[in-house]
């Protein structure tokens, strides 16, 4: 990751182009990164202030419809997670500075229990 290297992310993500809707980029990501196509929802957005600059960031999920192979140019590593795995590197690895403020704003507006996360860097 160029602008934190070292930092894991909490999930696949990138920015949105012109015109381009929240769901929209989330969609491309992930078929970018993960190379997987998928119906994104998007969940919330916010004033990110924890990067190197302010920024709006929105937040979307997905089920995928099955397991990708990333692209090695977009990730250098990744591995699925549980929701209580993810809880505990959090506190323990390196993440980039939005990624507990991401985590926590998804649990606190989800309506059902979250299955498992993968994780992306």
Same mark, same amino acid.
């Given at each position: ?6 930092h894991?992310e +909490?999930?696949?993500? #990138? &920015?949105?182009?012109? =015109? !381009? ?7 491309? $990501? ?9 119906a ?23 089920? +995928?419809?099955?397991? #990708? &192979?990333?692209?090695? =140019? !977009? ?7 549980? $929701? ?14 939005d990624?507990?403020?991401i985590?926590?704003r ?8 979250a299955?498992?996360w993968?994780?992306?860097?």
């Amino acid at each position: 990751m160029s602008r934190f290297p070292g930092h894991y992310e +909490l999930g696949v993500g #990138g &920015a949105a182009g012109v =015109g !381009e809707s929240y769901e929209q980029a989330a969609a491309r $990501e992930l078929s970018e990164e993960l190379g997987v196509r998928a119906a994104v929802r998007f969940r919330f957005k916010f004033l990110n202030r924890a990067g190197l600059s302010p920024h709006w960031l929105g937040v979307c999920d997905a089920v +995928l419809p099955e397991i #990708g &192979a990333c692209d090695p =140019g !977009e990730v250098a590593w990744h591995t699925w997670l549980t $929701e209580p795995e993810l809880r505990r590197v959090l506190q323990q690895w390196t993440f980039t500075p939005d990624s507990q403020e991401i985590f926590g704003r998804y649990l606190a507006g989800r309506a059902a229990p979250a299955l498992s996360w993968e994780r992306c860097s």
